[in-house]
């Protein structure tokens, strides 16, 4: 009798063994599910923020049409100015006041154009900010 009681005490865990696995599960069940919460969280802000980026380079480039479009307006406007100036015998027709306004608007155009077009390349080369992302992950 001896030997089955030994066998039926080896066979036989410990109650205090059995808590600590469980509690050793759950942990690792907590664990795996924040790590799972943390890669859902890192890859909707990666998300969301793409689809910003992406709406605002939409925007950017609609605005830089139009630019382009009021430039293309400016120069049409420019030319026939000039024509009719050199038809009715004007001399000088680039110091003339109208011309000039032309120009100038043209000008201010070109360098808004410029500026959106640095714009819409910053927006193309910037990445998702880390530091919101790392933050996060921090206070969890």
Do not use: C
């Amino acid at each position: 009798m001896d030997d089955q009681e030994k066998k039926l005490e080896e066979q036989t865990p410990d109650t205090e063994e059995q808590p600590a696995a469980q509690e050793d599960q759950v942990e690792k069940l907590k664990e795996t599910t924040e790590k799972i919460w943390g890669s859902t969280k890192h890859a909707w802000s990666t998300a969301t923020f793409k689809a910003s980026q992406y709406k605002n380079l939409v925007q950017k480039k609609i605005d830089q049409s139009a630019i382009h479009k009021k430039i293309h307006v400016a120069h049409g406007e420019l030319g026939k100015m000039i024509d009719d100036l050199r038809e009715a015998g004007q001399k000088n027709i680039m110091n003339q006041a109208g011309v000039k306004e032309t120009l100038e608007r043209i000008d201010e155009l070109k360098a808004e154009a410029a500026t959106l077009e640095e714009e819409v390349e910053k927006l193309r080369t910037e990445g998702p900010p880390q530091d919101d992302v790392q933050e996060d992950e921090k206070n969890e």
